[in-house]
Nanobody
């Protein structure tokens, strides 16, 4: 069974940067679509960015130009580089691994942006 472990969250001032990592166990990472989602208190979980197995990316409008999703198949790791952070980016960030036969979620990592 695949397990995902996120890391890299923390407290940062507005305008700062963070890089989140998501390491996957198992051997299906290279064929999976990887996504980063976030959930702020009292709000629904929303898609932040996604990268396909072929490297195509897509972003939520709210993070375009500020966040970059990438992957390293040799390390079974997906990344989310976040720059120019805003207080409204504060949330728990989750990574998701998706393949044709199912999805898997990580436990989440807290990102807090102070004004």
């Amino acid at each position: 069974q695949v397990q995902l472990v996120e890391s890299g969250g923390g407290l940062v001032q507005a305008g700062g940067s963070l890089r989140l990592s998501c390491v996957a166990s198992g051997s299906i990472f290279s064929i999976a679509t990887m996504g980063w989602y976030r959930q702020a208190p009292g709000k629904q979980r929303e898609l932040v960015a996604v990268i396909t197995s072929g490297g195509s990316t897509n972003y939520a409008d709210s993070v375009k130009g500020r966040f970059t999703i990438s992957r390293d198949n040799a390390k079974n790791t997906a990344y989310l580089e976040m720059t120019s952070l805003k207080p409204e980016d504060t949330a728990v960030y989750y990574c998701k691994l998706g393949v044709a036969f199912g999805n898997c979620w990580g436990q989440g990592t807290q990102v807090t942006v102070s004004s």
